[in-house]
């Protein structure tokens, strides 16, 4: 069986409405378990005091809105080489999801900053990069929006991302190529953790709650996506029990 | 402002930011499916990728 099968949108649509209420309460589990961990167990900061806890959804929220644009860019690169439907669509639904963690990264990195730095924003690397990132899926949103026709609509904007990709290995790099008020990764896949346990496990869990919930949004709003593109053929007209 | 303030002020964002989305996920939906038994057009099934 070809694996395009399941990216006909015929065979996606219902799929995706199944693992929408899975992921939708594994947010929710794990959001709650993240809290408990990241406001009952993890224990104050001794440099930073209690401030520091915003870092439970700044850093899964700084790492989704990364994440989410590279997947846009595959979906993108999928969208200009194989041309397929289902893409597009993808890349439509993930935008908006990865604009607000980009845009909830810069918030709560601003209110961490004020009583740590005292500024709530300074024109560093990693801060002004991340800036980009948000107008990037603002621009690509605005773009998407801007043209008519929704087949060139997707190409032009797998375009965007496919250029706009390349600003993220700079966010991730950029506290190590210049010199930043931002500080480096405190979590790596090479290196020990340089927090504690259960600061660092309250922020994994809180990791995957943003993770399911970004999973479940772009679901969602893939299925109406769907729905508007597909609406005068047959089965979605037979699905919604409209008279043919 | 004390610490807690400033907490408050980024998970009350997140929050309202998430009950924004959903708030309209739901809405796009409802519309799509209100213009989809609108149209009376029907168009062959395509069952490509």
Redesign the interface.
């Known amino acids: 069986m070809s694996l395009f099968r399941f990216a006909a949108p015929q065979t996606f649509y219902p799929m995706a409405g199944r693992m929408v209420p899975w992921f939708a309460a594994a947010a929710v589990l794990l959001g709650a378990l993240g809290l408990v961990i990241g406001f009952g167990m993890a224990p104050t900061d001794f440099q930073q005091g209690e401030v520091y806890r915003v870092i439970f959804i700044h850093v899964p929220a700084a790492w989704m809105a990364m994440f989410i644009y590279v997947v846009m860019a595959v979906y993108g690169l999928l969208t200009i080489v194989w041309r397929t439907r289902l893409s597009g669509m993808m890349s439509r639904a993930l935008a908006p999801t990865g604009a607000l963690m980009a845009a909830i990264a810069l918030w709560t990195g601003a209110v961490w900053g004020k009583p740590t730095w005292g500024a709530y924003w300074v024109w560093d690397a990693r801060l002004t990069s991340t800036l980009i990132l948000l107008f990037l899926y603002l621009g690509y949103m605005a773009l998407i929006a801007a043209i008519e026709d929704p087949q060139r609509g997707d190409r032009a904007g797998a375009l965007l991302l496919l250029v706009g990709v390349v600003n993220v290995p700079i966010i991730y790099f950029s506290v190590r190529w210049w010199n930043t008020l931002h500080q480096g990764a405190s979590v790596s896949l090479t290196a020990a953790p340089k927090m504690a346990a259960t600061m660092l496990t309250g922020m994994l869990v809180m990791t995957f709650a943003f993770w399911a919930y970004s999973i479940a949004a772009a679901l969602h709003r893939v299925r109406s996506i769907i729905i508007e593109r597909e609406r005068h053929t047959r089965w979605v007209r037979l699905m919604l029990g409209v008279p043919q | ?1 004390n ?2 303030t ?2 408050a ?3 009350g ?2 929050a309202l ?2 009950a924004g ?2 708030v ?2 739901g809405r ?2 409802r519309l ?2 209100e ?3 609108r ?1 009376r ?9």
Request: glycine fraction near 0%.
């Open positions: 402002m610490h807690w400033y907490i002020m980024a998970y964002f997140t930011c998430i989305e959903l309209a996920l796009r939906r799509a499916i213009r989809a038994r149209e057009d029907v168009e062959p099934d395509e069952e490509s990728a």
